[in-house]
Structure formats: C-alpha cells, structure tokens
C-alpha cells in the first residue's frame, strides 16, 4: 500500500500557474503508475494526468493538455502537477493516486491508494 499526500494547492487568478506535489510512502511507489484526479462539486471525478512507473509514458486530458504537466521524482518519492494557463474551470478538489499497475492506465479501478486532497480555486 502507499500512502500519499498532496500540498500546493490554492488560490490563484486566471491565467497563473500551480505547481501540486504529491509526496509518497511505501515501497511500491516507484513500481506504481501514478494519476492526478480532480474533482469539482456535483461533477464526477475525473482522471487529469497519468504517467508510468518510469515517467515514459504520460496522458492528458484533452481540457488540460498543453497546460498541465504531469512528471516524478522516483528518488524523492514525489509525482507533481505543474498546471499553468490556468482556467475558472480548474477550479477543483485534485487527488493523486496510485495504481496497482506499473504501466501507464486510465482505468479508475486500477488506482488503490488515494491522497486527501488539495484545493485549487481559480478566479476570474
């Protein structure tokens, strides 16, 4: 299992910049595909950003891609989000997550181990 928590979140105008880190502990970490997840009231959560076990391979959503990057750090045990361009429509709760695969996956399912959260409010 990994244990994850996620920080930098925040208030920010639009067209400004966030960086999310998501730190990780358990051994599994570096063997797991990761996922940044968000989720905004009365809207289902939906998968942001995705990357494999090594960082090789990534996937965007269409809403954020050429906004948002999505990279680790296995050493340090941390995967970020770098979103820039900020829109209204980011404003969201974002949750990373870690998967049971070490492939990259956009399977809801296959992501087992969830952060708290972190708030991002972006304003107009």
């Known amino acids: 299992q990994v244990q994850l928590v996620e920080s930098g979140g925040g208030l920010v105008q639009a067209g400004g910049s966030l960086r999310l880190s998501c730190a990780a502990s358990g051994r599994t970490f570096r063997h797991s595909a990761l996922g940044w997840f968000r989720q905004a009231p009365g809207i289902e959560r939906e998968l942001v950003a995705a990357i494999s076990w090594s960082g090789g391979s990534t996937y965007y959503a269409d809403s954020v891609k050429g906004r948002f990057t999505i990279s680790r750090d296995n050493t340090k045990n941390t995967v970020y989000l770098q979103m820039n361009s900020l829109k209204s429509e980011d404003t969201a709760v974002y949750y990373c997550?870690?998967?049971?695969?070490?492939?990259?996956?956009?399977?809801?399912?296959?992501?087992?181990?969830w952060g708290q959260g972190t708030q991002v409010t972006v304003s107009s």
């Open positions: 997550a870690a998967s049971t695969l070490a492939t990259l996956t956009l399977t809801y399912s296959d992501f087992h181990s």
